[in-house]
């Protein structure tokens, strides 16, 4: 996943609520505890509840995209209705489990605001994801946008 259109590099004044794509295996994989969740693109596993680190890694001029990108980095959704799509497009009955999870970019973090596949979407250095989204949690991001979760 790489962040395409990336405005200036900016610092987070406050928690910034994102959402963020998991993925579990559906069978053990070699190397990744059965039932983690881990990064679908890079499947780096994932610790919930504490701020996890990156480098961000801007390349002003990729050929293939034609523009700037952010390759490296966290990367998140910058609201739930996409980050729910691209998740129901990923997940099928032969696939690996893919989760939204309750995420945030912690303030004080650094990071760029762009888009990935048209969708509004962040590429940090630090992200906290506290948890899969649970039933009220989807409904308070339906209902109310990127409110206070």
């Known amino acids: 996943m790489c962040l395409q259109n ?3 590099l900016k610092i987070a004044e406050k928690d910034i609520i994102v959402y963020k794509i998991a993925m579990r295996y559906r069978y053990p994989h070699p190397g990744i505890m059965h039932k983690k969740f881990v990064a679908p693109f890079r499947q780096s596993q994932y610790t919930l509840g504490q701020v996890m680190y ?3 890694e801007y390349i002003p001029d990729d050929y293939e995209e034609g523009g700037p990108i952010v390759e490296a980095g966290l990367h998140s959704f910058g609201n739930y209705k996409d980050a729910k ?3 129901d497009g990923w997940n099928s009955p032969y696939s690996d489990f893919h989760y939204v999870m309750h995420t945030y970019i912690p303030k004080g973090s650094r990071y760029y605001k762009g888009t990935y596949d048209g969708k ?3 590429a940090s250095d630090k992200i906290m ?4 989204m649970n039933l009220w949690d989807k409904i308070k991001a339906t209902l109310f946008g990127n ?3």
């Open 6 to 8: 990336p405005g200036e």
């Open 54 to 56: 990156s480098e961000l």
């Open 85 to 87: 799509a691209q998740c």
């Open 120 to 122: 509004v979407s962040y």
């Open 129 to 132: 994801i506290v948890r899969k």
């Open 147 to 149: 409110g206070r979760l």
